[in-house]
């Protein structure tokens, strides 16, 4: 916004100069200091912006058509379709802060944008915050969204396991906030489990939000790998959740670092 000035006629061209330069230097500061405010709000579910809505230049190849007119069929579940992730599709698997990751969905879901300012593109190799990495949706069953977190953030020891980190519930009072989009309350939790893929470890939660921005019913499932924590959520309105509670679960399951 610009500044009326009230330099005097006969001020000298050096100190109109000075003063400019800076009006223009205090001028960047701010605005890169809302840039970051903003986006760590916007994580945390606080602000709700039109903004938001802004289609902003994608940070992946997302495509908002049908995923099954181009994955291929699940080959453990022909009625679903596979998405593996690869350093393609997001700023961090180009990095390698996160190793490729996959997981099954219904052929009428559709991968959606993921904003700029939430997906860790102007961050990368170096990110101190969570970003978002893919997200999918259907507007009948609910949607789903894969969320990097920098292991340092967590814990101080290098490429540390999840079970380094924590028990579920330490993790997940660490993460919540990004499971809700806004707030985690631990009375929120129904469920805990842990589970085993050859080395890796998972820890699998559902809760029931009611004033979750994401959703009432939320699902998720954790992991840690190299540099960083994954966790992978799926979210429905209390509709939704009636009408596909066995598809979210089994979306869920099928994730896999």
Not at 78 to 85: I, M, Q, R, T
Not at 138 to 167: C, F, M, W
Not at 218 to 230: E, I, M, R
């Amino acid at each position: 916004m610009a500044t009326a000035s009230l330099t005097p006629i006969f001020s000298s061209p050096l100190k109109t100069s000075r003063t400019t330069t800076l009006t223009t230097t205090t001028a960047s500061l701010d605005q890169h200091r809302n840039q970051v405010v903003l986006r760590r709000q916007i994580l945390k579910g606080l602000v709700l912006s039109p903004l938001i809505l802004i289609k902003a230049p994608p940070s992946s190849e997302a495509r908002e058509i049908e995923v099954g007119s181009y994955l291929p069929p699940s080959p453990t579940d022909p009625s679903f379709v596979l998405f593996k992730a690869s350093p393609k599709d997001t700023p961090a698997l180009r990095a390698g802060n996160v190793q490729p990751y996959q997981f099954i969905l219904p052929p009428s879901w559709k991968q959606t944008r993921v904003a700029n300012i939430l997906s860790g593109n102007y961050c990368q190799p170096k990110c101190a915050e969570p970003w978002v990495e893919v997200k999918f949706e259907d507007e009948k069953q609910g949607k789903v969204q894969v969320v990097a977190s920098p292991l340092i953030r967590l814990t101080n020891k290098p490429n540390a396991t999840i079970e380094e980190i924590g028990n579920p519930e330490k993790l997940i009072a660490s993460l919540g906030p990004f499971v809700t989009g806004n707030s985690y309350d631990p009375d929120e939790l129904l469920e805990t489990k842990i589970e085993k893929f050859g080395d890796q470890t998972y820890y699998k939660y559902m809760l029931e939000t009611p004033f979750a921005l994401t959703g009432t019913h939320n699902l998720a499932k954790a992991t840690a790998k190299g540099s960083t924590v994954v966790l992978f959520v799926a979210s429905a309105n209390d509709k939704q959740w009636q009408a596909s509670e066995k598809t979210l679960k089994a979306i869920l399951d099928s994730f896999q670092i």
